[in-house]
Structures are given as C-alpha cells and as structure tokens.
C-alpha cells in the first residue's frame, strides 16, 4: 500500500514539471551562443581584453538563457 502512495505521489511531481520542448529557433539561438562563445574564447586567446569578455558575457548570459527560455 505505501509503494502505491508513492508512486502516485511522483507522478504528481511530474505533471507540475513545465514541458520544456525545443524547437528549431531554440536550436538556432543555441548555435548561435555556442558560436559567440567560441569566438570569445579564441579572442581571449589572441589577447583581447575588451571583445573577449564582452563575446563571452553576450554567449553565457544572453544566448544560452534565451534559447532555453523562448517558447
């Protein structure tokens, strides 16, 4: 009797999760972040002290955040 609680129990927890489900332009602004972040890393690597940084913020805290949050 108490397995059958908690299984009823979990799937409960389940159906309040949101249904992230990507589509093609959450895909395409994941590419794109994941292309700014390379491009911020081989700057960096050359020696830029502004572009680097500024590329890699844009990527890590812009693009990645967008493309999972857009609908």
Do not use: D
């Amino acid at each position: 009797m108490a397995k059958k609680v908690k299984r009823e129990e979990k799937r409960k927890e389940w159906r309040h999760l949101p249904n992230i489900s990507f589509q093609k332009k959450n895909y395409l602004l994941l590419l794109l972040a994941i292309v700014v972040i390379i491009t911020g890393f081989i700057a960096l690597a050359k020696g830029s002290i502004t572009l680097a940084p500024l590329l890699l913020v844009i990527g890590y805290c812009i693009l990645v955040p967008l493309a999972i949050l857009i609908k």
